[in-house]
């Protein structure tokens, strides 16, 4: 699931918004179906946070920057919104307490 999350991160890093929305859907049934069999609460608030994510990013994806190109182009970046996203969907499944270095 880290993996998933990662690769999520990394593709909304390079603006690619169409192939993040399909990773957050894919990981939206994972956790649904691990919800159902398993009745972890915990699974289910995990499942609500990767759907407010997924909703979020839908709903703003015309705003999902290229980060990877303005890199590139030398031009300054700031993805603390992203990181931050990302963090609190991590921190829910592994109870952590510091930001992504």
């Known amino acids: 699931m880290l993996k998933d999350l990662e690769r999520i991160k990394w593709y909304l890093w390079h603006g690619n918004v169409f192939q993040a929305l399909n990773e957050l859907?894919?990981?939206e049934m994972d956790l649904d179906a691990a919800a159902f069999e398993s009745k972890d609460e915990s699974a289910r608030k995990l499942l609500k946070s990767v759907e407010d994510l997924h909703t979020y990013v839908e709903?703003?994806?015309?705003?999902?920057?290229n980060y990877g190109?303005?890199?590139r182009n030398g031009e300054k970046i700031a993805s603390g919104f992203v990181e931050s996203a990302i963090n609190q969907v991590v921190s829910k499944r592994m109870v952590k307490k510091q930001q992504m270095g």
Do not use: A, G, T
């Not at 709903?59 to 920057?65: K, L, S």
């Open 25 to 27: 859907q894919s990981l």
């Open 59 to 65: 709903r703003n994806r015309e705003f999902v920057p």
């Open 69 to 71: 190109e303005r890199y």
